[in-house]
């Protein structure tokens, strides 16, 4: 689950160590990485919670502008469900909004995530550790941190409907 928690950051901040465009390309294709093996992430909600990424697939582009500089990551899932379970509960929900992740030149990522996705951080720097399905557009911006593996939320500002997928899981 650690390469998928923050579903996409995580997954951006590994490609972005290995990215290296092709000499006269802008935008390189792939498969988008799904947790198709349970997984068990620690650290979002008071408990150990389950993640398996249960149908689905999709892409991630790189774009690079003219000099070969990475400017943007758009992650685009098609059709993805995604499953968590806790404390004798499941959760199954759609996880097929588009995320793009801007790198910026402060060393953070602005992270725009739309549709039905979610979002989850630790709280390592801001002290608040969540688990959100989200339905609408959620702009991030964070740093990722190579001790854990994971971005660390540096913000948060979300639009439309948030549900707490610790609150759930814990009922």
């Known amino acids: 689950m650690r390469r998928s928690i923050l579903l996409v950051v995580v997954s951006v901040s590994v490609l972005l160590l290995g990215a290296t465009p092709a000499s006269a390309l802008t935008k390189v294709r792939s498969p988008l990485a799904l947790t198709t093996a349970p997984a068990v992430v620690r650290g979002f909600c008071p408990f150990p919670v389950t993640y398996q990424d249960i149908s689905g697939s999709g892409t991630t582009t790189l774009v690079f502008d003219a000099d070969g500089n990475l400017v943007r990551i758009d992650i685009h899932p098609h059709g993805v469900m995604?499953?968590?379970?806790?404390?004798?509960?499941?959760?199954?929900?759609?996880?097929?909004?588009?995320?793009?992740?801007?790198?910026?030149?402060?060393?953070?990522?602005?992270?725009?995530?739309?549709?039905?996705?979610?979002?989850?951080?630790?709280?390592?720097?801001?002290?608040?550790?969540?688990?959100?399905?989200?339905?609408?557009?959620?702009?991030?911006?964070?740093?990722?941190?190579?001790?854990?593996?994971?971005?660390?939320?540096?913000?948060?500002?979300?639009?439309?409907?948030?549900?707490?997928?610790c609150a759930a899981l814990a009922a």
Not at 138 to 145: G, L, P, Q, R, Y
């Open 82 to 165: 995604s499953q968590l379970s806790a404390n004798g509960n499941t959760f199954t929900f759609n996880n097929s909004g588009p995320v793009s992740v801007f790198p910026q030149p402060d060393g953070t990522d602005l992270v725009a995530v739309r549709g039905t996705s979610f979002v989850a951080d630790q709280g390592l720097l801001t002290g608040d550790a969540f688990f959100y399905l989200t339905a609408g557009r959620v702009v991030v911006v964070s740093v990722f941190n190579p001790d854990t593996g994971f971005n660390d939320f540096v913000s948060i500002s979300a639009s439309g409907l948030v549900t707490d997928i």
